[in-house]
């Protein structure tokens, strides 16, 4: 697909169409506000950290914005045609350098305002709290009233 949502939907319909029962699907990954989005749908690329941080070299702090995101699908059928859609976001900054030993992807490299760390230095059980999915799936958790 061409958006995290797209994909989201295309990963739950194929789940229910080869189970046959309902499925719950997410994409995810990181949107950097100076580079337009990107990496966006191809976060999860190999040599991506590395990448990210020579492109934004020299692009200064107040620049670096950017966002973890998180799209649901959750699909009653292969052919729902109302499939229900939750999307969560983390924001906060891209790093100059890795910091922390935890986590995977880009978690070295986002910089988490409120906890003043990066996502790689939060233990795991307050990650799952904070997390883009986390978000997402409180919103969809309210949507169908177990919340």
Not at 71 to 82: F, G, I, Q, T
């Given at each position: 697909?061409?958006?995290?949502?797209?994909?989201?939907?295309?990963?739950?319909?194929?789940?229910?169409?080869?189970?046959?029962?309902?499925?719950?699907?997410?994409?995810?990954?990181?949107?950097?506000?100076?580079?337009?989005?990107?990496?966006?749908?191809?976060t999860?690329?190999?040599?991506?950290?590395?990448?990210?941080?020579?492109?934004?070299?020299?692009?200064?702090?107040?620049?670096?914005?950017?966002?973890?995101?998180?799209?649901?699908?959750?699909?009653?059928?292969?052919?729902?045609?109302?499939?229900?859609?939750?999307?969560?976001?983390?924001?906060?900054?891209?790093?100059?350098?890795?910091?922390?030993?935890?986590?995977?992807?880009?978690?070295p490299?986002?910089?988490?305002?409120?906890?003043?760390?990066?996502?790689?230095?939060?233990?795991?059980?307050?990650?799952?709290?904070?997390?883009?999915?986390a978000?997402?799936?409180?919103?969809?958790k309210?949507?169908?009233?177990?919340?």
């Open positions: 697909g061409l958006s995290f949502i797209e994909n989201a939907i295309l990963k739950a319909r194929n789940a229910a169409r080869l189970s046959g029962l309902p499925a719950l699907a997410d994409d995810s990954g990181l949107a950097v506000d100076v580079l337009g989005g990107a990496p966006g749908i191809s999860a690329r190999p040599e991506s950290s590395a990448k990210l941080l020579h492109v934004l070299q020299d692009v200064p702090d107040a620049e670096r914005d950017a966002q973890f995101v998180c799209a649901l699908a959750l699909v009653r059928h292969a052919d729902d045609p109302l499939p229900i859609i939750c999307e969560g976001l983390w924001h906060g900054r891209i790093l100059h350098a890795p910091r922390g030993e935890h986590g995977f992807g880009y978690d490299l986002f910089w988490v305002p409120e906890c003043d760390c990066s996502s790689a230095e939060l233990p795991a059980a307050e990650k799952n709290q904070l997390s883009h999915r978000r997402a799936m409180s919103l969809l309210q949507r169908l009233g177990i919340a």
